[in-house]
């Protein structure tokens, strides 16, 4: 693998990923930096195929790269362009919301954006409620013998179900059940929500147990549903507009995309590209999925990227998905500081109960 092939190598690449059609030593010796000879041409693309970079469908058709191919030209020869800073101003304005942004927000905006301007199903695991803590615990009266549980975090996140008691609870009986509520997990991690903890909340009521069972299955739901990955997907018919993916596998990937989850949350650092036709990778053939960690803080709190065809303008879609996923990093992470309690891991001892 000398300089000569590697340069051959890329222009095969940037040559498939603008035509779609297999690529001829013609074509290569034409372009401008490659000053060698057709023939010269030719028997480079021979060896890069020996070598497993190259492949030819058809036996009079042009070669087209393998998935070896795209890795190599991803990892060492391809020179993604600095955005310019009017784009970068654009990808601003389209992460930016009307009103009050929260987490949650920031994330549904670049997953809509990212779908848009890579014509590919966009996809975000967000870890980050696991990292906020419970600022607000509240139950309230929706109604004959029904009431919210509302929880919120530090976060942003806002988590809420109705419940239906057998009788209406007095304003005291209220009071003293919003109050204990508040004592034992208003400024708790999220993290820390787990079901042995909310177990030690249930004893810990004691005669109450009865009468508010409803409410406590209720907060139980809801600490689950909290320290869940979150999984935000657009631009699903992006994939089924894409003539080289199989429609089949498309529709059998949507039903099951929460499998996806393991694979996004991943240890890894920068950018990391994956494709179908990888072990134990997604199901949709010939495709690729490319995605970069955001973080808050000292934490990886998520993850974001693209699922496409495997013939994609790497060099163009890569910077779009590093300015989102830093952008991220730094509004959650100035978020953060900026937090009254933000940064709180109380995990004082189990409150006992009201008297009463």
């Known amino acids: 693998m000398n300089e000569r092939k590697l340069k051959i190598l890329a222009a095969v690449v940037e040559e498939y990923v603008r035509t779609g059609e297999p690529v001829g030593s013609k074509v290569i010796a034409s372009l401008p930096g490659i000053g060698v000879s057709a023939a010269t041409v030719r028997n480079d693309m021979a060896m890069l195929e020996q070598l497993g970079f190259l492949e030819q469908p058809h036996t009079s058709a042009g070669r087209v790269p393998t998935i070896k191919g795209y890795r190599l030209y991803i990892e060492e020869l391809m020179s993604p362009p600095a955005l310019p800073g009017e784009e970068r101003q654009r990808l601003d304005e389209m992460l930016a ?17 990212l779908a848009e301007l890579t014509k590919c199903a966009a996809v975000v695991s967000d870890l980050s409620p696991k990292f906020s803590v419970i600022s607000k615990v509240e139950v309230i009266p929706a109604g004959k013998r029904v009431y919210v549980v509302l929880l919120i975090t530090s976060g942003g996140a806002i ?9 209406d609870l007095t304003n005291e009986q209220l009071d003293l ?17 787990s079901d042995e903890r909310m177990e030690d909340l249930t004893a810990a009521m004691s005669a109450y147990m009865m009468t508010m069972a409803p409410l406590v299955e209720g907060i139980c739901e ?42 996004l949350d991943a240890s890894f650092s920068g950018i990391r590209v994956m494709f179908g036709e990888d072990p134990n990778n997604f199901v949709i053939g010939n495709s690729s999925m490319i995605v970069s960690k955001y973080r808050k803080g000292d934490h990886d709190v998520g993850s974001l990227g693209i699922i496409g065809p495997m013939r994609l303008d790497y060099a163009k879609v890569i910077p779009y998905i590093e300015y989102f996923s830093q952008k991220i990093t730094d509004l959650i992470s100035e978020e953060g500081e900026s937090a009254p309690g933000s940064g709180s891991d109380t995990d004082a001892g189990q409150k006992a109960p009201p008297n009463g």
């Open 97 to 113: 919301s009307q009103g009050p942004m929260t987490e949650e927000l920031l994330i549904e905006n670049a997953t809509t954006a």
């Open 159 to 167: 988590k809420n179900k109705s419940c239906r008691l057998e009788f």
């Open 177 to 193: 059940f919003s109050g204990f509520l508040a004592e034992n997990l208003e400024g708790v991690s999220v993290a820390d929500l």
């Open 222 to 263: 809801l600490s689950r549903d909290l320290r869940q990955h979150a999984l935000t997907f657009r631009g699903e018919k992006n994939l089924f507009s894409c003539e080289e993916l199989d429609k089949m596998e498309i529709v059998r990937f949507i039903e099951h995309k929460d499998e996806l989850v393991s694979l």
